[in-house]
């Protein structure tokens, strides 16, 4: 059915139990009707008490989750395809994270030290320096993504204006996510008609993306593409002089879409000679999800700033901005506070996060997996052909494009209804809004747990095609 891209969908699932096939194998378990009735008057009192934003993923209650398995307290058991939003890479509840946290506590680090200095956040940000490109000498931490980028997008500014009164317009991608706080939204493309901003901030520019939401093909010519976005922007008035920063979803993380390298390297060109920041955000695409430490080294570029997260600790609230000490040196002591940034038990969580990463090779296993993943997700495509219209993506942070078989549009409600029959089916999805299946488990997941989970991401959809 065709659809405005803006609409939101009616997210409601019905909270009645569902038939729902049994099903018993090594990774999954379904055996009751889902959602299950022991569940329903739960999932109604969330419904009373969280406001409808809230309430729009797949009406399972998770009670308990390990490494990459999700159980409810009636019995079912799923292979997890989401890691909590691209956030769980080394695992649910890894065993060293679990011993971090807990020793940080009984050696009486439960308490947050706001700006003061903690030992166990300089041993964090030192290693996290260790791990960022070379020029990156200090770390600006924050509690959660939109924070990061929220910080970034003020330094930008700051850095801009220090060369000119007139330096402070930022450019993203049309359909990038970059958060939910006022700048990072106006940021993000997702959101195009925003009646309820009062003055919206006039010197933020989506520029179309390159690939496939822009409809162009593998032959395009990414530097000219680049430069006609430019040109039309000059013919606004706004021209290189005036720009300080382009964030850059390092991956757009609704489908797992990567940028062309040639584009990304003309963007770095054109930066260097306008003096202009390229500030990646890696808050979904950090810490050996797409198969490298950071995805933008997918591109073979600089990163001048870099906004991080999830990832970062797989667990607890954490986000930071890297950069180099001139450009986070820009604020003033005391210009911003933020109370529970760097909460030491965070801390520990990432030390024994990067550990695991470290330890258990995950980046290289990202890149194992992913291949896996993509070859189980190409044969799917084959055998969907009219559904599948493109599978997207790294390492473990793959995507697949959703199209209406009759009408051959790219479709949220085919996602929407393929995402609930996975969930039937014992893999857990969330749901995107948009016309994708975001497939992104775990970076410890079992290989046989790939491969079973994409074919039941393929029962699932004939179900519903049935
Ligand atoms: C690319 C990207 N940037 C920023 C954010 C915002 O992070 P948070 O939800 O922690 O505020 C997200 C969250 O999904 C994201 O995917």
């Avoid at 870099?306 to 930071?320: Q, R, V």
């Avoid at 995402?419 to 775990?442: D, E, Y």
């Amino acid at each position: 059915m065709a659809h405005n891209e803006n609409q939101i969908l009616s997210n409601t699932f019905v909270l009645a139990p569902e038939e729902t096939p049994n099903i018993e194998t090594r990774y999954r378990r379904i055996c009751t009707p889902l959602p299950a009735f022991e569940t329903i008057s739960d999932l109604q009192r969330a419904a009373s008490l969280f406001p409808d934003v809230n309430c729009y993923q797949p009406p399972i209650i998770w009670d308990s989750s390990e490494g990459f398995t999700i159980r409810d307290r009636v019995g079912n058991q799923w292979i997890d395809f989401t890691s909590t939003a691209v956030m769980t890479n080394t695992g649910h509840g890894h065993p060293a994270i679990r011993e971090a946290v807990k020793k940080h506590i009984d050696g009486g680090g439960l308490m947050g030290q706001f700006s003061f200095a903690s030992d166990i956040r300089i041993e964090l940000a030192e290693r996290l320096v260790d791990i960022a490109p070379d020029h990156c000498d200090k770390v600006y931490f924050w509690t959660v993504g939109s924070e990061a980028i929220e910080c970034a997008l003020r330094l930008a500014r700051e850095a801009g204006l220090c060369q000119s009164v007139e330096k402070y317009h930022v450019l993203t991608h049309q359909a990038d996510y970059h958060g939910w706080t006022l700048g990072a939204h106006q940021m993000s493309g997702t959101s195009a008609s925003k009646p309820w901003l009062a003055t919206p901030d006039s010197a933020i520019h989506h520029i179309p993306f390159p690939g496939g939401a822009a409809g162009e093909s593998g032959n395009t010519d990414w530097s000219k593409f680049f430069h006609k976005s430019m040109s039309q922007l000059a013919r606004k008035g706004i021209t290189a002089e005036k720009i300080c920063a382009v964030f850059i979803e390092t991956m757009q993380g609704w489908g797992a879409v990567p940028l062309p390298v040639d584009y990304v390297k003309t963007l770095r060109t054109w930066a260097d000679a306008n003096d202009v920041l390229l500030v990646f955000d890696e808050v979904q695409t950090g810490f050996a999800r797409t198969g490298k430490m950071f995805a933008h080294e997918h591109y073979g570029v600089k990163a001048d700033l870099l906004c991080i997260g999830k990832g970062l600790t797989s667990t607890l609230p954490l986000a930071a901005v890297l950069g180099p000490a001139d450009i986070l040196d820009l604020l003033p002591p005391a210009e911003i506070t933020t109370t529970h940034a760097a909460h030491p038990v965070s801390c520990a969580a990432a030390l024994a996060n990067l550990d695991v990463i470290e330890k258990e090779h995950l980046i290289a296993e990202s890149v194992r997996k992913g291949n896996i993943t993509e070859e189980a997700l190409q044969n799917l495509k084959d055998k969907f052909p009219d559904v599948v219209r493109d599978v997207a993506g790294f390492g473990l942070l793959r995507g697949i494009h959703i199209c209406d078989p009759q009408s051959g549009e790219l479709s949220r409600e085919l996602a929407r209804d393929w995402t609930w029959a996975a969930v039937k089916h014992g893999v857990m999805l969330f749901q995107v809004n948009r016309p994708s299946i975001k497939v992104c488990p775990p970076l410890v997941i079992d290989d046989e747990a790939i491969v079973e989970g994409v074919e039941a991401l393929g029962d699932a959809l004939a179900s519903i095609l049935k």
